[in-house]
């Protein structure tokens, strides 16, 4: 079965722009997570997502937020971009969440000039 | 929050030789996740280990979830191997916490 999708995997921004990132879980899966992987923080979490409901937030500002449809697919929004939000976006998905294995995307990859 | 603590942070491996990565951790757990990072930076699961120890292939893992402590363990090294390798823990429904890594070179 198909693995879990991100879109796009490159992009290139300016500071002060929006970006929008997709995730489609693996089939069946209805828990999408989404972590932030930087060289100085490494990874970061989030937001988690089950049944369209954002279970859990890490510790980022406003700026940052997400959603999930119906389909299980989630999407995440950066506004205002600063230099800073340059990093590897990465999705996971799981059947539900807590003690599961989370399966990843390949990542999304922003640049924010 | 739980805190996720890595060794060794670098390794260099001549190829076929053995290693043990370590990761500490602050708190009970009932998730315990070893990844492995290639460098396109997707993260393959390893192992979902929250105590007792699983094998696949060249790879184990032990976990001494009373001491706090997973160890992941390569042996005969290939430069495949090379990659960034990371331990992530949660307990409750919590999100998962990454270490910092281990990088891990494998030279011919």
């Known amino acids: 079965k198909a693995g879990v999708t991100q879109t796009p995997r490159y992009l290139i921004k300016t500071r002060g722009q929006q970006v929008t990132l997709s995730c489609s879980p693996i089939s069946g899966h209805r828990s999408v997570s989404w972590y932030q992987q930087t060289p100085g923080q490494g990874l970061q979490f989030l937001f988690e997502y089950f049944s369209e409901t954002q279970r859990n937030k890490g510790n980022f500002p406003g700026r940052f937020s997400g959603r999930q449809f119906s389909n299980s697919r989630s999407e995440m929004n950066v506004s205002t971009l600063e230099l800073g939000d340059s990093a590897l976006y990465l999705c996971a998905s799981s059947p539900s969440p807590g003690a599961n294995v989370l399966t990843f995307g390949a990542g999304s990859r922003l640049t924010v000039l | 929050g739980i805190q996720v603590e890595q060794s060794p942070p670098d390794l260099i491996l001549q190829e076929g030789a053995n290693s043990t990565l370590r990761c500490n951790f602050s708190d009970s757990v009932n998730n315990l996740q070893w990844f492995h990072q290639n460098p396109w930076g997707q993260l393959i699961n390893l192992f979902y280990i929250p105590s007792g120890t699983k094998q696949n292939g060249r790879l184990s893992a032990t976990t001494v979830a009373t001491e706090r402590y997973s160890l992941l363990y390569i042996s005969s090294s290939q430069t495949t191997d090379s990659g960034v390798y990371f331990c992530?823990?949660?307990?409750?429904?919590?999100?998962?916490?990454f270490g910092k890594g281990t990088r891990l070179s494998v030279i011919a």
């Open positions: 992530a823990v949660g307990s409750g429904n919590t999100p998962l916490v």
